[in-house]
């Protein structure tokens, strides 16, 4: 007689081993589904042992605080890797050397405050990569280059407070873009990256809101909804000065060294008093131009009433005139007659 039960826990002690060769301790192996989970161990580096031909590596929920440059270099058909809700702080150039089927890669939930610009260089097969809930203030030049496959990003829950619009430029698949709570400073700097997100959307790409931090008169306003008009040109002091007279660079160092930050930041501010009398001066502007219109359109119809008066006028008065000149010979011609016999008689 069958015993299926007996059946079903070999199944399951083939597929999910617990401790076998070549699977790491603490971890679960699925070898069907050539998965590795360390998921919640308290592990504080990344375990030894993985089996070479691993493709999902779970490792989310640790105490992993650094990532060694060879951790990863014989796992190159990993596709998929997740080191959310860790302690990592910084990765190095060659962190994540050998992946170059690594499909999605997530960093969520670390306490990472820089990443070197090369870091990703070596995942061109990229398509998913979520850095949310970090400590990134910016991110370096080159930072996505050669990342053509990525379409989806999340870097929301950061301290962002800039981003050059020309780190975006290289990422030509991108569909999905998420920046939410970041600290963004609103100001001419901005400009650039709100042209690219037009553009974006304008393709069919999606974002989340992009709340302004500063400046306070933009404070949670979405930066997708405030008019380009509201930013002034960046003004550019190195640009002038490295081209100015060599008699005059001393002076000119001089006088930017001397300068207030808030000073130079002024020149970025949005034009705010411009915005805020803005739709009175439009309401007033639209009252004004329809009163002139309404004047306008009352003369020309006093005009118009006044031409067609004046021609019927005209009209009927030349006709009596021509009554008048037909009947000038017939009243000449009977008074004539009327007097010959008058002056016979007198004769």
């Known amino acids: 007689m069958i015993c299926w039960g007996e059946i079903t826990l070999r199944i399951l002690g083939l597929l999910f081993v617990h401790s076998v060769i ?27 042992g993985v089996p070479p031909d691993t493709e999902i590596l779970y490792l989310q929920n640790n105490h992993i605080h650094t990532i060694s440059n060879a951790t990863f270099t014989d796992m190159s058909k990993l596709q998929v890797l997740d080191l959310s809700n860790n302690f990592i702080s910084s ?12 499909l999605n890669l997530n960093l969520a939930n670390n ?20 850095l949310s809930f970090n400590n990134l203030t910016s991110l370096p030049e080159g930072f996505f280059k050669n990342q053509k496959n990525l379409i989806w990003l999340a870097m929301y829950q950061n301290q962002l407070r800039q981003l050059d619009s020309a780190l975006l430029e290289s990422l030509s698949n991108l569909q999905v873009l998420l920046f939410q709570k ?12 709100k042209l690219w997100l037009e553009s974006f959307l304008y393709k069919g790409g999606q974002i989340d809101e992009i709340l302004c931090t500063e400046p306070e008169d933009l404070r949670s306003k979405d930066l997708m909804k405030i008019p380009h008009e509201l930013f002034q ?115």
């Not at 990765?91 to 690594?102: D, V």
């Not at 970041?182 to 990256?193: I, P």
């Open 91 to 102: 990765l190095s150039s060659n962190t994540f050397a050998g992946l170059h089927n690594l």
């Open 182 to 193: 970041n600290l963004w400073k609103c100001d001419c700097r901005v400009a650039g990256l």
């Open 233 to 347: 040109p960046c003004s550019s002091v190195q640009y002038k000065s490295s081209h100015a007279d060599p008699d005059h660079r001393g002076s000119i160092t001089h006088n930017l060294h001397g300068k207030n930050e808030n000073d130079n930041n002024s020149d970025c501010n949005p034009k705010s008093k411009q915005r805020a009398g803005s739709l009175r001066h439009a309401i007033a502007t639209v009252v004004i131009t329809g009163v002139i219109c309404s004047i306008v359109c009352l003369m020309m119809l006093a005009a118009a009433i006044y031409g067609c008066s004046y021609a019927a006028l005209m009209a009927k008065y030349q006709r009596e005139l021509k009554k008048l000149e037909h009947l000038g010979p017939e009243v000449e011609q009977g008074s004539a007659e009327e007097k010959e016999p008058l002056d016979g008689s007198l004769a």
């Open 111 to 130: 306490s990472i405050k820089y990443m070197d610009n090369k870091i990703l260089h070596s995942m061109q097969n990229l398509k998913q990569l979520d």
């Open 22 to 48: 070549g699977c790491p301790e603490s971890c679960l192996c699925n070898i069907t589904l050539k998965e590795v989970s360390c998921t919640g161990n308290g592990l504080s580096e990344i375990p030894k």
